[in-house]
């Protein structure tokens, strides 16, 4: 039997944070954790690798699309599928985390299926 994947979320907001883990574990058979700024997250990275990570762009410190970029830089975690998840919709903004290594780009507020399909998309192997 497989064992669950494991989804790391990065978002400064805790609303945010308790429904995207509300609808990702009733969608989907995943363990989803939130942390609240990228400098925790790419911690959290280096201690237990994530199967897929949600980063929201605008986060306090360093900002999301320079988390990507470093991400992408470490050989331990350039292989995990990065998903942006951000209010933030202008274009420069979206090219930017999509340059960095962003896999996908998903504009808040979301749609639940949007994420859930992204989700599939990069974890085909799971038990979703």
């Not at 320079?66 to 903004?93: G, W």
């Not at 985390?97 to 299926?113: C, D, N, R, V």
């Amino acid at each position: 039997m497989l064992s669950k994947k494991n989804i790391l979320y990065i978002e400064d907001n805790s609303d945010n944070q308790i429904i995207m883990e509300a609808l990702v574990r009733r969608s989907l058979n995943v363990d989803i954790e939130s942390v609240s700024c990228a400098e925790e997250g790419m911690a959290r990275c280096q201690q237990q690798l994530p199967n897929i990570i949600l980063m929201d762009i605008r986060l306090p410190g360093m900002d999301g699309v320079e988390a990507i970029r470093q991400l992408k830089r470490d050989s331990r975690t350039r292989d995990i599928p990065v998903i942006a998840v951000s209010a933030d919709a202008m274009d420069a903004v979206v090219q930017k985390a999509l340059q960095a290594g962003a896999e996908k780009y998903i504009t808040k507020p979301f749609e639940i299926s949007e994420v859930v399909s992204a989700i599939k998309y990069h974890l085909p192997d799971s038990y979703l």
